[in-house]
């Protein structure tokens, strides 16, 4: 069975910096899709940024320029640093993973994802 556990959530002021890891067991698929996804309170779950087996990555534009998605495989950890972070960032924070890798296109939505993680929560503080 595969898992996903997050860490690294925290609270923060307004401008600060988090890190968050994804450690993934048993994830052993040679080709797939790992993803950031976000969910503030009262509000739908959304996409931050996604990482492929090639290393190809994509962020939303609410966190281009401020967040970084990167993965160690050697020790199957998918990261988020987040930099500047605003209010407006303030959510739970999802790891998500697909199966499958993809050509031309991103899996930006939560229901093409075959794993995922219990969240992180992430408060920024004004």
């Known amino acids: 069975q595969v898992q996903l556990v997050e860490s690294g959530g925290g609270s923060v002021q307004s401008g600060g910096s988090l890190r968050l890891s994804c450690a993934a067991s048993?994830?052993?698929?040679?080709?797939?899709?790992m993803g950031w996804f976000r969910q503030a309170l009262g509000k739908e779950r959304e996409w931050v940024a996604i990482?492929?087996?090639?290393?190809?990555?994509t962020y939303a534009d609410s966190v281009k320029g401020r967040f970084t998605i990167s993965q160690d495989n050697a020790k199957n950890t998918l990261y988020l640093d987040m930099n500047s972070l605003q209010p407006e960032d303030t959510a739970i924070y999802y790891c998500?993973?697909?199966?499958?890798?993809?050509?031309?296109?991103?899996?930006?939505?939560?229901?093409?994802?075959?794993?995922w993680g219990q969240g992180t929560q992430v408060t920024v503080s004004s």
């Open positions: 048993r994830f052993t698929y040679s080709t797939y899709c």
């Open positions: 998500a993973a697909r199966v499958g890798g993809v050509s031309g296109w991103w899996p930006l939505r939560d229901f093409q994802y075959n794993y």
């Open positions: 990482i492929d087996d090639e290393g190809s990555r």
